[in-house]
């Protein structure tokens, strides 16, 4: 009897361990993005420009259905999803215009942006139109204000993105390499495409620093894009457009949902 007794205590009481373990462990779960809002947040990257089917209500925003951000909503059902990204949007155009949709109830929020701010659209006209030399001028130009400006310019959008969401994941995506080098490939020079992938590569670990000095998520889109740049005969970025120029140096539909929404599933 007293062998059956200890055996039934012994029972009981990894039961209760167990039982408790188990409760712990759902108190420290995260709780899953798709439990509450989503908000989608950003540039040109963020809206889709570049991969079609426009939302004829988004208008010069040009959000796309093709865009990760409405990729990841088709997929994860989010209690409520409020896509703001707007094409050519800068960290100040955010901070105004973007913001309206963040609450308490916001579980996950994406952005993409500081491109514009370093001058994007500037740097790459330059160095399509211009000398290796105007090309690295303009290039380093960027990489000061991406020194000496931007960090302050994203701490202040994230500060108000914490505010208004104080209880969202918030991932800020990163930008690919433009080009793969040392391959023939018609168009700008390898050190035109050398110095704009530096660039990329400068102005992601700006961000990124200031990401984790907030306690953000970086997700780095590079390693998705590997193989997949300008220059590699399977680019998911588009090289200049003249037909619809703005569509150049953007992702494609296949860079949204192939390069993209990977990294932001992975980081939600």
Known sequence: MRRSRFVAYIGSLLLAVGLALTGAAAAHASPSAAAGGYVALGDSYSSGVGAGSYIDSSGSCKRSTKAYPYLWNAAHSPSS??????????????????????????????????????????????????????????????????????????????????????????????????????????GLSETKRAAINGAADHLNAAIARVVANHGFVFGDVRPAFSGHEICSGNSWLHSVDWLNIGNSYHPTAAGQSGGYLPVLTNAA
């Open 81 to 186: 999803f409020a896509f703001t990204a707007c094409s050519g949007a800068r960290t100040d155009d955010v901070l105004a215009n973007q913001l309206g949709p963040l609450n308490s109830s916001t579980a996950l929020v994406s952005i993409t942006v500081g491109g514009n701010d370093a001058g994007f659209a500037d740097v790459m006209t330059t160095c399509v139109l211009q000398s290796d030399s105007a090309c690295i001028s303009r290039i380093n130009t960027a990489k000061a204000y991406v020194d000496s400006t931007l960090p302050g310019k994203l701490s202040n959008l994230y500060s108000a993105i914490r505010a208004k969401a104080p209880n969202a994941r918030v991932v800020v995506l990163g930008y690919p390499r433009f080009y793969q080098l040392g391959q023939l490939c018609l």
